[in-house]
């Protein structure tokens, strides 16, 4: 039997959403960044629109303060510290090492953030703290269905950002395979099916789908 | 004054003077990355910081811990006894060693769980002894009997492991037993008292001080880690709740909660944070709670008072380590004597812990002494007076690599399961500020790891 709360379980699933979702967003901040050099200030402008903020600067630098530290709910800072504090409160049933990496990820920013300049070079080298994360998930064979729980979080977020940002069903559509598998790995039977070409009722799908899971094996 | 310690302090700072400083910070960033915290309220506000650590370990000897480990294993027999008499047949009570009013007037004794059968007759199965060495005699002495939920044997643990690490040296070259089997022994100190069924640590949640401690004790000794919702108790039997909806047996529980709060059915009504009806399955024998539900009485400030005369009650010996000289206002004499010496003393408030309610009589204005006296006199059960004691300091290593004296006392721990374990380690805590007393956590004390050496030299 996996002995792990409904509580635990919910933190896991977080840290799988917020790594990802800081992984994301840090690629595409880095995109957006370059983007300005080259005077296309609307991309980025569109880009925050889609997550409902409006993100004003003056020029690049100011961009990346912002979009990494200032702005609320979605900037980088947050999404790291929200990660964290579920890697806190699921200590026990994470690996030693992802703790620490995430822990680690999380330090780096609380010091970048009282830096006067914000620098994309240092924004750059957070990714290989992201993919030293997860490269330890993948590593690690003693915490299986923790480790399925936050591959869940993961693919879930992924998917999200793939309908929210880019419009793209078809590449959600892909990680639907993944999806089930890791479902039935976790206990679950019923599968998970997007057969709208409605973009909203897809990202509701997709955005219930650990809620049902508890709620059906409750 | 500072100790003077072992020969071998003396090949630990040799060893320590060629070590190349960034070192140091080397092992002080390994513990920010693993976050080994302290968290405290402070003016209303969560404040998650580190706990301030210093290289510079206590050296205990082999002979210092013989002593301290038979001191401690007579006191904590000693101790249980008193509980389970207390809780059973009073002869203790009976017999006058111990006025019954000085007892039944403790919050902390809980009538309502007289004749509970506990689980092996065990109710102290982890205990913290906060000791003191004397520079008066060299002699050690204790100062509390933590036998409800002590913290704290989490941080020299960690350290112990990232110590090694960063400085293999000390452990390659001098004799230090070994203490990361604490968790181990943990687990079987929980396996003997276990009525059947898992392991499960319960904390009270994220904003508790020593929350760091519980989630490591949890995945280091095995247990299930969980909060009071994630347990349910259906007939008498506490269960573990899974998120795929299926329940498993518990059948210990290391609980790091107050009485208070485990039990919303039997205690305080509007705890979140306990389990409704786990006292239940406690009562109906279907449960090992460590620590057993009302200890608090043994570790009452003024209980504290009566404990050698325990040790010559039960278990018919001489005490092996001392109290340090205590008063009780309770008594008339005492009362008088500490009245008429409070500029001296220290007054200690039985129902504070962790260095609140603790008064230093010296450093009262007149005004002050006046309303200690009465409150004194008003309600003398409440308040027990100690003499100062000069206990030494231990050198701290500050940030400019200067040797400073801190006053620093130590948080020993034993285990009681199949027997009473000694740990051969402990909890060095110091005063941040060097003129102080107050060596508490919350009080913003630092933390020293604590090196018992396997043999004389």
Known sequence: ?218 | MVESQSPLYDGFKSILNTIDPDRVKELLSYMRTEAINFNLFKNGSFIERKFPFDIIPRIVSATEFDYLNRGIQQRMYAINLFLEDIYSDQKILKDGIIPSDFVFASKAFLPEFMNTPVSKNIRIHISGIDLVKNSVGDAWVVLEDNLRVPSGVSYPLSIRKLTRKVFPEFFETLPIQKVLDYPQLLKKTMDHVNTGGINVILTPGRYNSAFYEHSYLAKESGAVFATGDDLVVENNILYFKTFQGKRARVGAVYRRLDDDALDPKAFHANSLIGVPNITKAYRAGNLGLMNSIGNGIADDKGIYYFVPQMIRYYMGEEPILQNAPTYLAFFEKDRQYIIQNLRTLVIKDVAEAGGYGVVFGSQLSKSERENLKNAILKEPRRFIAQEVIEFYDIECRNDLGQLIPHKADLRMYSLYGEEIVVWPGGLTRYAMDPKSYIVNSSQGGGFKDTWVLKENR
């Open chain 1, 1 to 218: 039997m996996i002995l792990i709360s409904p509580q635990t379980a919910e933190h896991l699933f977080w840290i799988g959403r917020y790594i990802q979702r800081a992984e994301s967003m840090t690629r595409l901040v880095i995109e957006a960044f370059d983007k300005i050099i080259d005077n296309d200030p609307e991309e980025s402008h569109r880009f925050y629109a889609k997550l409902g903020v409006t993100l004003n600067y003056q020029n690049n630098h100011e961009f990346l303060r912002h979009a990494v530290f200032d702005l609320e709910y979605v900037s980088l800072l947050t999404i790291v510290n929200n990660a964290r504090e579920n890697a806190v409160l699921a200590r026990a049933s994470l690996p030693n090492r992802m703790f620490s990496r995430i822990n680690g990820l999380y330090l780096r920013y609380q010091i970048a953030k009282d830096e006067p300049k914000t620098s994309i070079f240092w924004l750059e080298s957070t990714l290989e703290e992201l993919d030293a994360i997860w490269g330890n998930l993948e590593l690690n064979i003693a915490h299986m269905h923790e480790k399925d729980l936050i591959q869940l979080g993961r693919i879930i977020e992924k998917m999200d950002l793939n309908i929210r940002l880019f419009d793209s069903l078809e590449a959600t559509a892909l990680d639907v395979i993944r999806l089930n598998d890791l479902l039935v790995k976790l206990g679950q039977y019923s599968k998970v099916q997007l057969h709208s070409s409605n973009p909203l009722k897809t990202l509701h799908t997709i955005n219930s789908v650990y809620k049902t899971m508890v709620a059906v094996q409750e």
